[in-house]
């Protein structure tokens, strides 16, 4: 490289440091914009008798800015997001991986580093994801996020800090395969009935794939893989398969294949193996089992998306061991249990919610194990969250 070259490149990463730390400094006046100047440190003790004189002296704690009161103070812009539009989607990259305040996109092939506007930062679990489609622009040797165009799907759950709004997993994608174990970890039903929920709701299809069946017995498999059976009725395809000896993983790649996924579950389940062993090249950090509890141990700390060839795209996703429902009612929940419609029309009463009401005929067919019980626990248990 000559040395007018490496002026050229010297200067390119100075000015790329330079704008993130500008857009940095510029999300970060908006919260200081909101808070007052921070009161004395308090010398003693508060007491019943000197209270009312301290918070004379002092005033009252300064409360941390709402999301919403920085939304409304960065204008317009914060709120659209920057959607462009659906049908034009000519030069536009997907988003492969998201760090605060970056985002990584693949566009024409090329990976690029794109620095993410104040506007989106700030909100930047819920405005951005993985699988999006963007558009970035280059400004004197630097790329920005410009543009993000409207989702096809979605996969979210609740922000933990702020209920009201939804944490996005991945965006854009055609298939959700939930990826579960049989024994280590155990199975849970109710953890794949959540996320059948929120599947359906975001628009994707869904797969559930049993890895680690080399792990089992003929007599384990007997026993276990029946627990199954409601999900095959339902149309969900069951792929039994192995990341260790190849089983399944045929039928799986017939499931990608030129479609975006995303992989989804408890940690320990073995998300990032069947990557590994759908393409051996990927060589993804995998992790064992925590002995004590049998649980699993977080590898893939944040989304990423790979790139299979032929328009295959693969999500690899952190494990999870809680999952929420975001903006979900009572109303609304029965329709994601359509094993109910059918039985629910000879219920005693038209509006039964098929927990409490007598002469039931949901509750009898699943005392009669005609319907899943497992099923039904999980229908019972949200409609009391949700109360």
């Known amino acids: 490289m000559d040395r007018e070259a490496k002026k050229l490149k010297k200067h390119f990463e100075k000015r790329l440091a330079y704008d993130e730390m500008k857009s940095r400094k510029q999300a970060g006046k908006v919260r200081r914009a909101f808070r007052k100047e921070k009161p004395d440190v308090r010398g003693q003790r508060v007491t019943e008798d000197n209270w009312e004189a301290l918070l004379d002296q002092h005033g009252q704690a300064q409360k941390r800015p709402s999301l919403s009161d920085l939304l409304e103070h960065l204008g317009p812009n914060a709120e659209t997001v920057f959607q462009g539009d659906d049908d034009d989607r000519e030069g536009s990259g997907i988003v492969f991986s ?39 622009s280059d400004e004197s040797g630097v790329c920005k996020l410009t543009t993000i165009l409207p989702r096809r799907t979605i996969l979210a759950r609740p922000d933990p800090l702020h209920k009201h709004m ?8 055609d298939v959700v395969i939930h990826v579960v174990s049989l024994k ?67 039928q799986l790649r017939k499931e990608v294949e030129g479609k975006t996924s995303a992989l989804v579950g408890h940690s320990g389940v073995g998300k990032s193996s069947i990557l590994n062993a ?7 950090t995998t992790n064992t089992l925590n002995r004590k509890r049998g649980t699993g141990r977080h590898t893939t700390t944040a989304s990423t998306l790979y790139d299979f060839g032929g328009g295959t795209y693969l999500i690899d996703t952190p494990g999870i061991r809680e999952f929420g429902l975001w903006d979900l009612d009572r109303e609304s929940l029965r329709d994601y249990f359509p094993e109910f419609d059918e039985p629910s ?20 067919l699943v005392e009669a194990e005609e319907l899943s019980p497992a099923r039904y626990e999980t229908y019972a248990r949200l409609w009391e969250d949700l109360g």
């Not at 759908?278 to 993804?284: A, K, N």
Request: glycine share 6%; hydrophobic share 40%; with cysteine.
């Open 98 to 136: 998201v760090s605060s305040g970056r985002c990584r996109v693949l566009q024409d092939g090329e990976e690029i580093d794109a620095v993410v506007p104040p506007e989106v930062a700030v909100r930047q679990k819920s405005a951005l994801a993985v699988g999006d489609r963007v558009r970035v």
């Open 166 to 173: 939804q944490r996005l997993i991945a965006a854009n994608v």
């Open 184 to 250: 280590s970890p155990p199975l849970r039903p109710r953890l794949i009935d959540r996320f059948l929920i929120a599947i359906q709701r975001g628009g994707a299809q869904a797969v559930i794939c049993v890895n680690k069946v080399d792990l089992l017995t003929p007599e384990e498999r007997d026993r276990e893989l029946p627990k199954l059976l409601p999900y095959l009725d339902l149309g969900v395809p069951v792929i039994g398969c192995s990341a260790e000896t190849g089983e399944g993983l045929e």
């Open 278 to 284: 759908l393409d051996r090249s990927l060589d993804l």
């Open 345 to 364: 029309e000879s219920c005693r009463f038209t509006d039964c919610t098929h927990v409490h009401e007598p002469n039931c005929q949901v509750k009898e």
